[in-house]
């Protein structure tokens, strides 16, 4: 579209760029953002003198930062071959990449990716394969030890054989954030214990186990050029500036936490979710989802502390969702269940089946960790964490082996298959989702019929509605950056992506017409704020806020009830 075409259709669209009241900004300085700016730069270009790969490569800004079977089709060939990692033999089993954008993430194995017998034939550790994860709102889907400190539950962390219970500490500030799948992901803790520098700690004497710290592991993982891992000739590690500007923009992505005025509106205090009885819903097939995903599932109050116990919801037809994602997030404030929990779902035994299915030979176990439920060695290995389904409806695949690709409502029947529900475990060991139920009041319905396509209504209208509040902020924050006289390309970029989402994660619904009026706002939104973007016009950037605002509205409103 040219810029004049662009202009005129902004005109009729948005016909009255007065100048309005303006919201409230965060307080960012011109250095701040300019970091930001610099960790893109840095997430999307640098190749750390390694095999080519930048962390741009499986972590892509255009698929929520992950990458989908899906994805990796459109790509052209030298973005795949980047992506299968094909100058690096054994780094990366192709199929599998094809198959389920499942990597390998384990350093420490005499078997090679590409060698299926290995893994099983002759007894030895495999690799270990996972999935992209989000890297969106880092803050309030990790526990911050300030806020959660030990002695909370926070500290229950059962380890892994990544990072066993004793390193999960640092010495100075208390719990680590437990990064990754199962909380293992990043390298290294300050404990001063040899078995603690793991996942690649070896190679980084500063490694803490944080945030920061993660693309160091990350580089030494999967953009080395040989499987040896040498620093200074696969690869080179981040310096302290682009570890700095990498973090600054992982907590940047995604939304944040409530405001004092969504906070006063709900009755809590510094809250990282709406609470979900406290949003109205307009469209009722939402609402059946709302209730289905609330249902038969909480009779716990709040951990002391915490805002105060929600309205409990005590449908027929409930799936119990929200004990372990309180609210769509990932650090429940339920007294039953520990911050960052690592809980067993079962989906690993699909793993067998993925790997039978490609190579007659079941893949190595993907190295979870216990619950906190049932100790060592009574219950089986293979728990992960609970994430915030805030974002799901976004992605293209789903869990920690992908086993559902493309379909997000059967990612969602999981929860009512045998392997969940009824508590498979192998032979002699307890099902940790069994200790869960009994006595801590905790029951589990999974809704028949229509309702798993209304839990997915739910979840996708959850995930448009955080989206366009996150544009909200973004818009906030182009704001400043035209009064700083800097880029506005870094929020644009991003609520383009967020309202490219809503129109998708709106239009995939199995309940037609599922918020119709949004998908058209969001792909008429997304016009004026190009042009917003090349005319660094305040006044409509501040209308648009207003625009999408209306839009967030139209889905679901608070209320004090």
């Given at each position: 579209m040219t810029r004049i075409k662009a202009l005129v259709l902004t005109a009729l669209l948005f016909p009255c760029s007065l100048v309005v009241?303006?919201?409230?900004?965060?307080?960012?300085?011109?250095?701040?953002?300019?970091?930001?700016?610099?960790?893109?730069?840095?997430?999307?270009?640098?190749?750390?003198?390694?095999?080519?790969?930048?962390?741009?490569?499986?972590?892509?800004?255009?698929?929520?930062?992950?990458?989908?079977?899906?994805?990796?089709?459109?790509?052209s060939k030298s973005e795949q071959a980047l992506v299968f990692a094909t100058n690096v033999p054994g780094l990366e089993n192709m199929d599998l990449v094809k198959s389920h954008a499942v990597f390998n993430v384990e350093a420490d194995t005499p078997c090679s990716s590409t060698d299926p017998l290995c893994w099983r034939l002759y007894g030895k550790p495999g690799p270990t394969f996972r999935s992209t994860m989000n890297i969106q709102a880092l803050d309030l889907t990790t526990p911050n030890p300030a806020t959660f400190p030990l002695g909370t539950g926070a500290d229950k962390f059962p380890g892994t054989s990544k990072l066993p219970a004793k390193c999960s500490r640092s010495l100075a500030t208390g719990l680590l954030p437990q990064l990754g799948w199962s909380g293992d992901g990043s390298?290294?803790?300050?404990?001063?214990?040899?078995?603690?520098?793991?996942?690649?700690?070896?190679?980084?004497?500063?490694?803490?186990?944080?945030?920061?710290?993660?693309?160091?592991?990350?580089?030494?993982?999967?953009?080395t050029k040989s499987l040896l891992r040498r620093p200074g000739t696969d690869f080179r590690l981040p310096t302290s500036d682009e570890m700095d500007s990498l973090e600054a923009l992982q907590r940047w992505l995604g939304r944040r936490a409530l405001t004092a005025e969504e906070n006063w509106n709900q009755g809590t205090t510094n809250a990282s979710e709406f609470l979900l009885t406290k949003l109205s819903f307009t469209d009722p097939r939402v609402a059946k989802g709302r209730d289905h995903f609330l249902g038969a599932g909480i009779v716990n109050p709040k951990a002391p502390g915490n805002p105060p116990p929600q309205t409990t919801f005590n449908t027929t037809n409930g799936a119990g969702c929200q004990a372990c994602h309180g609210d769509g997030g990932a650090i429940s404030g339920i007294a039953t269940i520990n911050r960052n929990i690592n809980l067993n779902t079962f989906v690993e035994l699909d793993s067998e089946d993925i790997g039978n299915s490609l190579f007659g030979v079941a893949l190595p176990l993907d190295d979870g960790g216990y619950t906190p439920f049932v100790p060592p060695p009574?219950?089986?290995?293979?728990?992960?964490?609970?994430?915030s389904i805030i974002e799901a409806a976004e992605k293209k695949a789903w869990f920690h082996n992908h086993k559902a690709v493309g379909d997000f409502e059967q990612a969602i029947a999981h929860y009512g298959s045998d392997d969940f529900v009824n508590n498979v475990a192998p032979p002699g060991l307890v099902a940790p989702l069994t200790l869960l139920q009994n006595g801590?009041?905790?029951?589990?319905?999974?809704?028949?019929?229509?309702?798993?396509?209304?839990?997915?209504?739910?979840?996708?209208?959850?995930?448009?509605?955080?989206?366009?509040?996150d544009c909200e902020r973004l818009i906030d924050e182009a704001v400043t950056r035209v009064q700083l006289g800097i880029s506005v390309d870094g929020p644009v970029r991003q609520s383009l992506f967020n309202l490219s989402r809503v129109i998708r994660v709106l239009y995939q619904s199995k309940l037609p017409g599922l918020y119709p009026d949004v998908q058209f706002g969001a792909a008429a939104i997304s016009l004026g704020i190009e042009v917003a973007a090349l005319t660094g016009n305040v006044a409509l950037f501040q209308e648009i806020k207003v625009a999408v605002r209306k839009l967030r509205d139209s889905i679901a409103v608070q209320t004090s009830s």
């Open positions: 009241a303006t919201y409230g900004q965060a307080q960012t300085t011109k250095a701040d953002l300019l970091k930001i700016d610099k960790g893109f730069k840095t997430f999307t270009q640098e190749t750390w003198n390694g095999n080519g790969r930048t962390c741009g490569t499986c972590h892509r800004p255009d698929e929520s930062y992950n990458i989908f079977p899906s994805t990796i089709k459109t790509l390298p290294g803790t300050p404990v001063t214990d040899n078995d603690c520098h793991v996942h690649h700690g070896f190679l980084d004497p500063g490694a803490d186990g944080s945030i920061r710290a993660f693309c160091n592991g990350a580089v030494a993982q999967h953009s009574a219950a089986p290995r293979g728990a992960f964490n609970i994430q801590n009041g905790v029951s589990i319905g999974f809704p028949q019929g229509d309702g798993i396509n209304h839990l997915g209504a739910f979840l996708r209208a959850l995930n448009a509605f955080y989206n366009l509040r």
